[in-house]
C-alpha cells in the first residue's frame, strides 16, 4: 500500500503557505507555521489572510476599546483635555481603525487624525499606549507647530516625547512583550531605540546612522521636556 503524505514541506518555489479559507486548510496553515514549516514569504502571506478575514472583527473590538479608554482612561481624557485646551478636538471620529499592511499600531496626521491599527493590537493596554504615543503628536502639532514633512529634528523630538509620556516604554511593557532585560537607564534605551526606528521609517532619512545621529542632536532638551505632564508616571 502506497502512503501519500500530506505534509506541507517548504522547497523553492513551495513557501508552506496553502491558499484557502476553509477550516481544514486554516488549521494545516497554522500547523505549518507552529512547526517551522513555513518561510518567511509564507508567513508574510498567512497574516495578510488572516488580517484580512478578521479586518471587521478587529475594528469593531478596537473601536468598542477606543470609546472606552476616550470615556474613562486617565491618561488618554488627560490628553484630550490638553489638546481641546490648544484648539483641537480628539474624538472618536478622528481616532480610526483600520486594517494596516505595515508592522505599526498607529500613526498621526494632522489633516487625517489618528489611525489605529486593529489588527495590530495586543490587547486594550496596547491600544491606550498608542492613542497615547499619537495623542502627543497631535499636542505637539498644536503646541510647537511641528514640522513633519520637511524637518526630521522636529520628527524625532516629538517621537522622543511621544515614546517617553506614552507609557509604552515602561518597565514591564518592555520586559513582557519585547523581551527587553535590562534594568538600569531601560527607559531611556527603549526611547531612544523607539524613537531612531520612527524617525528611520522617514523618506527624509538616509539610514539608520542619520537617525540616530538626528536623535541624538535633539535628545538632552526633548526628553526632559514632558509637557503637558509634570513629569514622566507611566
Known amino acids: 500500500m502506497t ?114 491599527c486593529a489588527n495590530q493590537l495586543r490587547n486594550q493596554g496596547h491600544l491606550e499606549d498608542t492613542m497615547a504615543h499619537e495623542m502627543v503628536h497631535a499636542y505637539d502639532h498644536l503646541r510647537f507647530k511641528v514640522k513633519w514633512r520637511d524637518n526630521l529634528r522636529h520628527a524625532a523630538c516629538t517621537e522622543i516625547r511621544a515614546s517617553s509620556l506614552s507609557g509604552e516604554c515602561r518597565f514591564m511593557r518592555e520586559f513582557i512583550t519585547r523581551g527587553q532585560w535590562n534594568i538600569t537607564q531601560q527607559h531611556q534605551e527603549c526611547v531612544r531605540r523607539r524613537a531612531v526606528l520612527s524617525v528611520m521609517a522617514r523618506p527624509e532619512c538616509k539610514d539608520d546612522v542619520h537617525a540616530a545621529r538626528v536623535v541624538n542632536e535633539v535628545w538632552g532638551s526633548c526628553f526632559v521636556d514632558t509637557r503637558p505632564f509634570d513629569e514622566i508616571y507611566r
Not at 486554516?26 to 518567511?40: A, I, P
Open 3 to 116: 502512503i501519500v503524505s500530506t505534509d506541507v514541506v517548504t522547497q523553492p518555489g513551495n513557501n508552506g503557505y496553502i491558499e484557502g479559507d476553509d477550516a481544514y486548510t486554516r488549521w494545516r496553515n497554522w500547523f505549518s507555521v507552529l512547526t517551522g514549516k513555513m518561510n518567511e514569504q509564507g508567513l508574510k502571506q498567512y497574516v495578510e489572510a488572516r488580517d484580512t478575514r478578521m479586518e471587521e472583527a478587529d475594528c469593531i473590538k478596537c473601536e468598542k476599546q477606543r470609546d472606552y479608554l476616550l470615556q474613562y482612561s486617565p491618561v488618554i481624557r488627560f490628553m484630550r483635555d490638553n489638546i481641546n485646551q490648544l484648539g483641537g478636538d480628539i474624538h472618536s471620529g478622528n481616532v480610526r481603525c483600520r486594517r494596516c499592511t505595515t508592522l505599526q499600531s498607529g500613526g498621526f496626521d494632522p489633516e487625517y487624525g489618528i489611525r489605529v
